[in-house]
């Protein structure tokens, strides 16, 4: 049966993390979706699959006035969908951060840097002197990425701190991942170091292959999900021909 996937996350104060985790699990089971959302003090991050009518129900309660209560203003959430449900069981955890990077002493709140929509993306590649980082891991880059991209090699999102450290803060960068969420950390750090020319491919790459068509888009090869899909490519299409055993 065909399943809505809802990919979302957004940084947002959450001191009531604790007590929201165990409403939040209960509400997703009770519309018998699957999947994984994280909570920390910083925000919301995860993905859950279900029906379209119980996804299009999920997303406004998860902003009543029993969970969020309005609080998620800015939320980022891509809509896709999956021959088969992608995930086996419904999962909500409590973390220290919604992306591991450096334990939370990096804020987003503090400044990321400038959004650049994905129909503006190709623009800001060909301008010269911009550098165009894939803040993902390796494995990732690997199955797809931006043509002439950096690939700064991570194992785990937390070593862009020690790559941060060969660029130079006058340079202009354009980051980008797989929904926004790990940009937005990675502006965050560089804007704190005195980086004065950040830019963060709004909605991520999920947003680019969602809005730009084929034939106009910069992005080569696939791009891989954290769910049983494995990857995605133009349009957000199942791409079947990569399986799990591939990647390790």
Same mark, same amino acid.
């Given at each position: +049966?065909?399943?809505? %996937?809802?990919?979302?996350?957004?940084? %947002?104060?959450?001191?009531? &993390?604790?007590?929201?985790?165990?409403?939040?699990?209960?509400?997703?089971?009770?519309?018998?979706?699957? *999947?994984?959302?994280?909570?920390?003090?910083? *925000?919301?991050?995860?993905?859950?699959? /279900?029906?379209?009518?119980?996804?299009? &129900? =999920?997303?406004?309660?998860?902003?009543?006035?029993?969970?969020?209560? *309005?609080?998620?203003?800015?939320?980022?959430?891509?809509?896709?969908?999956?021959?088969?449900?992608?995930?086996?069981? +419904?999962?909500?955890?409590?973390?220290?951060?919604?992306?591991?990077?450096?334990?939370?002493?990096?804020?987003?709140?503090?400044? %990321?840097?400038?959004?650049?929509?994905?129909?503006?993306?190709?623009?800001?590649?060909?301008?010269?002197? %911009?550098?165009?980082?894939?803040?993902?891991?390796? =494995?990732?880059?690997?199955? /797809?990425?931006?043509? /002439? &991209?950096?690939?700064? *090699?991570?194992?785990?999102?937390?070593?862009?701190?020690?790559?941060?450290?060969?660029?130079?803060?006058?340079?202009?960068?354009?980051? =980008?991942?797989? /929904?926004?969420?790990?940009?937005?950390?990675?502006?965050?750090?560089?804007?704190?170091?005195?980086?004065?020319?950040?830019?963060?491919?709004?909605?991520?790459?999920?947003?680019?292959?969602?809005?730009?068509?084929?034939?106009?888009?910069?992005?080569?090869?696939?791009?891989?999900?954290?769910?049983?899909?494995?990857?995605?490519?133009?349009?957000?299409?199942?791409?079947?021909?990569?399986?799990?055993?591939?990647?390790?």
């Amino acid at each position: +049966m065909l399943q809505t %996937v809802a990919t979302l996350y957004q940084f %947002v104060p959450l001191p009531d &993390a604790a007590t929201l985790a165990p409403v939040i699990e209960g509400l997703c089971k009770d519309l018998g979706l699957t *999947g994984t959302l994280l909570l920390a003090h910083e *925000g919301i991050n995860g993905t859950v699959a /279900g029906s379209a009518e119980a996804i299009a &129900a =999920f997303l406004p309660a998860l902003n009543g006035p029993d969970l969020f209560g *309005g609080r998620l203003d800015r939320l980022e959430c891509k809509l896709s969908t999956a021959e088969a449900p992608p995930f086996a069981r +419904m999962k909500v955890k409590r973390k220290p951060e919604i992306v591991t990077f450096d334990g939370g002493a990096t804020d987003p709140a503090d400044g %990321v840097g400038t959004y650049v929509a994905p129909e503006d993306w190709n623009a800001l590649l060909d301008r010269p002197g %911009v550098v165009a980082v894939d803040t993902r891991n390796r =494995f990732e880059v690997a199955l /797809g990425t931006f043509a /002439g &991209a950096v690939d700064p *090699g991570l194992s785990r999102f937390g070593e862009f701190r020690a790559f941060a450290e060969t660029l130079d803060s006058c340079t202009e960068v354009a980051l =980008f991942c797989t /929904g926004g969420i790990r940009c937005e950390k990675a502006g965050a750090y560089l804007k704190a170091r005195g980086f004065a020319h950040v830019h963060l491919l709004q909605g991520g790459i999920l947003k680019y292959l969602e809005t730009v068509p084929e034939a106009k888009s910069r992005w080569t090869g696939d791009c891989f999900v954290f769910d049983g899909r494995i990857a995605l490519g133009p349009a957000l299409a199942e791409r079947p021909d990569h399986p799990p055993e591939a990647l390790r």
